[in-house]
């Protein structure tokens, strides 16, 4: 009886919310009232839309400082994203992603004189991807990395490195499996031709 109470409860705050349309951000979340609340503060700072297309699911986590999160209003991301922002994460237009996506853009010093196994210092390194990249599901990509114009990331791959423009990759960690035709690929970007 409690869960079903707790669900129409949700329920009742998420309609609320969205008929709000704070800011013009929209979001589709359901099980995390806290981070909910959290995202409310910085809908009212930021200004941007998100494009947010439920997979089987309706989480969406924006951790960190959220004022260094950007995403061009072309892009989607899906079900179960999280996306830690404190280093600043840019995402360019026409990005697509697969459920479980992951980018994390900031570490912990596990070199400290001071502490182990890390210390309270945040390590903060940018993420950037840019336009035009497709990323398959339950992708994780860690602080530092830029993904070049064009890149596609097979699921399940771990990006620890940078990925050239028009490269194929995937793996643990993301290697370059093949590149895109390079030629075919800015002929339909001169044409316009996007998805």
């Keep these: 009886m409690e869960i079903k109470i707790l669900k129409k409860m949700k ?3 998420m309609i609320f919310l969205l008929k709000l349309k704070i800011h013009k951000i929209f979001f589709v979340l359901y099980e995390y009232l ?3 609340l959290k995202l409310k503060k910085y809908q009212l700072e930021s200004g941007q839309k998100i494009n947010f297309i439920s997979q089987g699911g ?4 924006l951790l960190g400082d959220l004022k260094k999160f950007k995403i061009d209003a072309t892009s989607h991301l899906k079900s179960d994203t999280l996306i830690e922002c404190s ?3 840019e995402i360019g237009a026409y990005f697509h992603t697969g459920r479980g996506l992951t980018i994390f853009s900031t570490n912990h010093n596990y070199e400290s004189n001071s502490s182990i196994p890390y210390d309270e210092e945040d390590i903060i390194k940018s993420v950037t991807i840019k336009d035009f990249v497709w990323i398959g599901s339950n992708v994780t990509i ?3 990395v830029t993904i070049g114009e064009g890149a596609v990331v097979g699921a399940g791959s771990v ?3 940078n990925i050239p423009d028009c490269a194929v990759v995937g793996g643990n960690p993301a290697k370059i499996l093949k590149y895109r035709n390079k030629d075919l690929f800015y002929e339909l970007k001169k044409q316009g031709k996007f998805y």
């Design 34 to 36: 806290p981070f909910l």
């Design 142 to 144: 860690v602080p530092g």
């Design 159 to 161: 990006v620890t490195k």
């Design 87 to 89: 280093g600043g994460v």
């Design 58 to 61: 309706y989480t969406l986590h």
């Design 11 to 13: 329920d009742k705050l």
